[in-house]
């Protein structure tokens, strides 16, 4: 199994980025996809997940909530992060995470995915 996340980089506040996460060696449609970054100095945090299959729900932080978007292609095996509105304070390295338990409702846990990429690192500057 491989998730590989893409598309980081460095943005000034107030623009976007689409972050990519491509996977292999799963299922995709029918594992929920999750993405969590990690602030300097900071612990990992969740920051949205997207259901199965047809991806009808989405659960995001709120302090992320209207700003970002989860998105996902099956055809492609790949989900989205659209992030706009960016401040510094979402400075971090990015990660996309896998899980197919029946109980999305707990998805904003980090045990709950059993497969991890290995980050991209999004810098903000003010």
């Known amino acids: 199994v491989q998730l590989q996340a893409s598309g980081g980089g460095l943005v000034q506040a107030g623009g976007s980025l689409r972050l990519s996460c491509a996977a292999s060696g799963i299922p995709f449609g029918g594992y929920v996809m999750g993405w969590f970054r990690q602030a300097p100095g900071k612990e990992r945090e969740f920051v949205g997940s997207?259901?199965?299959?047809?991806?009808?729900?989405?659960n995001y932080r709120d302090s992320v909530k209207g700003r970002f978007t989860i998105s996902r292609d099956n055809a492609k095996n790949t989900v989205y992060l659209q992030m706009n509105s960016l401040e510094p304070w979402d400075t971090a390295v990015y990660y996309c995470?896998?899980?197919?338990?029946?109980?999305?409702?707990?998805?904003?846990?980090?045990?709950?995915?059993?497969?991890w990429g290995q980050g991209t690192l999004v810098t903000v500057s003010s």
């Open positions: 995470a896998a899980g197919n338990r029946k109980d999305y409702s707990n998805s904003y846990y980090e045990a709950w995915y059993d497969y």
């Open positions: 997207i259901s199965y299959w047809s991806g009808s729900r989405q």
